[in-house]
């Protein structure tokens, strides 16, 4: 009987023991699986855009889309369980704002930026960018924010450059017979790199400047300008500028009656140049990337299907697509796929982004390299004509 009383306590200890052990099992098993869903250091990226100030027009829908990306990232559960951390910054419009934007990204460790919206804001930046060496990618035209490359290593843009633009139009007003041509431009670094880039672009298409004139980026009168342009007599007036300017150059122009064809750069790619200059838009030409007439693309086109579903979507959150919103996401696109194949690694990551090739984007389809740090052909524009308040493609 004893023997069997032992024997019993013996089983009920082992039984005790055997739940404990289970139990200590099951709670270390937790606590393993509680360890492995910790969430992952998110990813800093920076991003400096012309919020507010005369550059809002391009810098709005460029906050807006890289919002919208971001989100959708994060929803998605981050790059490979990383969350993305934006640290999104305003410079007004502002050079020696943007460089101190810049310097404020950098002490807080981001591992690349993105920005600015325009040349003047994103050639302040640059000094400091090269210093730090941290991956720069602009949404800004001028060719000098990426030339000379074995200057700007660690900067790169996906905004079609002003000199592919220039080509692009001198090839246009060739085919056209207008070989008599005036240029106005706002006074500034993108207006002053355009004059260049199209005084190179015109000789070589055998076109004549007859007429320079410059404006300021916040001036609303114009007829000094336009005077002495009609007293030129030129066969078209190229503007090269970007809204509020641009949208009351084109404005004053028709109230004075000038009736020879209107040309302007790239820069006026968004409703709020038609909004700003009313009736006077009609029949205004210009450059710009696909997205404003992607629908009306063959189906073939490489680029179609990914401007469509980012034009639906931005549309549907907030308001007109435009060209500059696109800029804004391949910037953002290509980092976050370099910061993908790199890690957290800023040398890493500069070199992925030289590396990119055959990426689809908004702008054009990139190909980068130590040579091109744009990575886009005149193959990424089409030219547009403006009719009532719609983009249509120039035949």
């Avoid at 017979?177 to 993108?190: D, P, V």
């Amino acid at each position: 009987m004893e023997r069997l009383i032992k024997k019993r306590a013996i089983l009920v200890i082992a039984l005790i023991l055997g739940l404990i052990a289970a139990g200590c099992g099951g709670a270390q098993e937790d606590t393993e699986k509680s360890s492995s869903a910790e969430p992952k250091e998110p990813y800093k990226i920076g991003a400096i855009f012309d919020i507010s100030g005369p550059g809002s027009s391009l810098g709005v829908p460029e906050r807006d889309t890289v919002n919208m990306i971001v989100d959708k990232i994060n929803e998605d559960g981050g790059i490979d369980g990383h969350p993305i951390e934006l640290i999104m910054l305003d410079n007004k419009s502002n050079e020696t704002e943007a460089a101190l934007a810049a310097k404020s990204l950098i002490q807080k460790d981001v591992l690349a930026i993105i920005g600015c919206s325009t040349s003047g804001t994103t050639l302040a930046m640059l000094e400091g960018i090269q210093q730090a060496e941290i991956p720069l990618v602009s949404a800004a035209a001028s060719i000098r924010i990426v030339e000379p490359v074995n200057e700007r290593k660690w900067v790169f843009k996906t905004a079609q450059s002003d000199s592919l633009v220039a080509d692009k139009v001198a090839a246009y007003l060739k085919s056209q017979g207008l070989t008599k041509i005036a240029f106005a431009s706002m006074n500034n670094a993108f207006g002053d790199s355009g004059k260049v880039e199209f005084e190179k672009a015109a000789a070589r298409e055998g076109i004549e400047i007859v007429a320079t004139e410059k404006f300021e980026q916040n001036d609303t009168i114009m007829t000094s300008q336009l005077t002495n342009i009609k007293k030129a007599n030129p066969q078209a007036v190229l503007a090269w500028a970007i809204p509020p300017s641009a949208s009351s150059f084109t404005t004053n122009y028709k109230q004075m009656g000038l009736t020879m064809p209107l040309i302007h750069s790239h820069g006026i790619g968004n409703k709020t140049f038609i909004e700003l200059a009313g009736d006077a838009a009609d029949g205004v030409v210009f450059p710009a990337g696909k997205l404003l007439v992607a629908e009306g693309l063959p189906n073939d086109d490489p680029q179609k299907q990914v401007l469509v579903e980012y034009a639906t979507e931005f549309e549907a959150k907030y308001g007109p697509r435009n060209t500059f919103g696109g800029h804004a996401w391949d910037a953002l696109q290509i980092v976050l796929s370099a910061v993908e194949k790199a890690g957290p690694d800023r040398a890493k990551i500069r070199d992925e982004i030289e590396r990119t090739t055959n990426f689809v984007g908004i702008s054009g389809v990139f190909n980068m390299s130590p040579e091109d740090h744009n990575g886009l052909g005149l193959d990424s524009m089409v030219m547009v004509k403006i009719s009532g308040d719609q983009w249509e493609p120039v035949d």
